[in-house]
C-alpha cells in the first residue's frame, strides 16, 4: 500500500525544521558548517599554497597588503533516519499498528526525498535492523514506498535492542524519527543514549484503540499473552482492574514524553485508527516538525 497522492501533493513543498542536527552528507539546499565551493560567503581566511587563486580578495589584498581568500558555506543534506517497529507486538489491535505506522513512515521519508534530503528507513523485529538503501531526491520515492511495503515483521527483538544496534549506524548528528508502541522495559534506557548523540529527535507512540481503552473489550476471564515473549497471565477485567490500567498506561505516557523532551526532543502520540492525515497537518505542521 502507498500513500495518497493528494497527501502527498501537500507535502510535496514541506521541510523538516531543525534544533540541532545539521545538514552534513551529500550536495544539497541545506547551509552547512563546512567550507568550500558554496554560494554563500561565509569568511576570509590566508592564502595557502594550492588554494584557488579565483578566490583571493583583491579589495582585501589591496588594503592590507596581504593575500586573503573568500571562503563560503557549502551547501548539504540533512541525513534523516525513521526506524520503524516491526515486531510481534506492533501486529496487534484493530486495526493493526505496524500498517498504520509504515504507512506514516513513508509519507515522513517522502517528505525528506521531496526537501533535497536523505533518508534512511530501518525496520526493527527480526535479529538484525532491516536498513533500507540511501535514498536522495523524490523520483526514488516509489522506491522507498516499495521496500517498506515489502518488509516482513513479526519478528521478536525488542525495540530497545535494535536501538542499541541503531546506535552503530547514526554516528552523525541527524534528524532520527522513532515509530513504536515502545512496549520494552528497556527503552527509556536506549531513547535516553540516543538523545545524547546531538540528533534531532521525534518519537511517534502507537497504540491500538483496545490498548487506550480495554473496556472495550468486555468484563470477566481474559488471558493476556505477551506477543513477543509468549509470557501469559490469566486475569479477571473489571472496572477495578480497567481504572488501574489507565492509570499505569498514563503513568508510562508520561515517562516518555518527559524522556523526550529533557533532550529537546519531540513527543507525539497515535491511534492506530487516527485519521493520518489530520495527524500530518495538525499535530507534526502544527509542531513545527516541518513547515
Not at 169 to 187: C, H, P, R, W, Y
Not at 231 to 244: G, H, K, Q, Y
Amino acid at each position: 500500500m502507498k500513500p495518497d497522492s493528494r497527501l502527498l501533493e501537500k507535502l510535496v513543498v514541506a521541510r523538516y525544521r531543525l534544533h540541532q542536527a545539521k545538514a552534513s552528507v551529500g550536495v544539497g539546499d541545506r547551509q552547512s558548517s563546512a567550507k568550500g565551493a558554496g554560494m554563500e560567503f561565509a569568511s576570509h581566511r590566508p592564502y595557502r599554497e594550492g588554494d584557488d587563486v579565483r578566490n583571493l580578495d583583491p579589495r582585501l589584498m589591496a588594503r592590507l597588503g596581504e593575500p586573503f581568500v573568500r571562503e563560503y558555506f557549502v551547501d548539504r543534506q540533512l541525513p534523516v533516519y525513521v526506524i520503524l517497529d516491526g515486531s510481534a507486538s506492533m501486529q496487534q489491535g484493530k486495526p493493526g499498528k505496524f500498517e498504520t505506522a509504515a504507512m506514516l513512515a513513508q509519507v515522513l521519508g517522502f517528505v525528506a526525498l521531496a526537501s533535497g534530503d536523505q533518508v534512511r528507513i530501518g525496520v526493527t523485529g527480526n535479529a538484525a535492523v532491516d536498513w533500507s538503501p540511501r535514498l536522495q531526491g523524490q523520483s526514488r520515492a516509489d522506491m522507498l514506498f516499495d521496500w517498506v511495503g515489502g518488509r516482513r515483521i513479526g519478528g521478536k527483538t525488542s525495540f530497545s535492542t535494535a536501538l542499541r544496534q541503531a546506535r552503530g549506524v547514526l554516528t552523525q548528528a541527524a534528524l532520527v524519527i522513532l515509530i513504536s508502541d515502545f512496549m520494552d522495559e528497556g527503552v527509556e534506557r536506549e531513547l535516553k543514549l540516543l538523545t545524547e548523540g546531538r540528533h534531532d529527535m521525534i518519537a511517534i507512540h502507537m497504540a491500538s484503540p483496545q490498548e487506550i481503552d480495554p473496556s472495550a473489550l468486555g468484563g470477566g476471564p481474559v488471558t493476556l499473552r505477551d506477543a513477543e515473549s509468549g509470557e501469559a497471565i490469566d486475569m479477571s477485567l473489571n472496572p477495578t482492574i480497567v481504572a488501574r490500567y489507565r492509570e499505569v498506561f498514563s503513568r508510562w505516557q508520561s515517562t516518555l514524553r518527559d524522556t523526550m523532551t529533557r533532550a529537546q526532543g519531540r513527543y507525539f502520540f497515535l491511534s492506530s485508527s487516527a485519521d493520518l492525515e489530520q495527524f500530518i497537518s495538525r499535530d507534526l505542521r502544527g509542531r513545527n516538525v516541518f513547515a
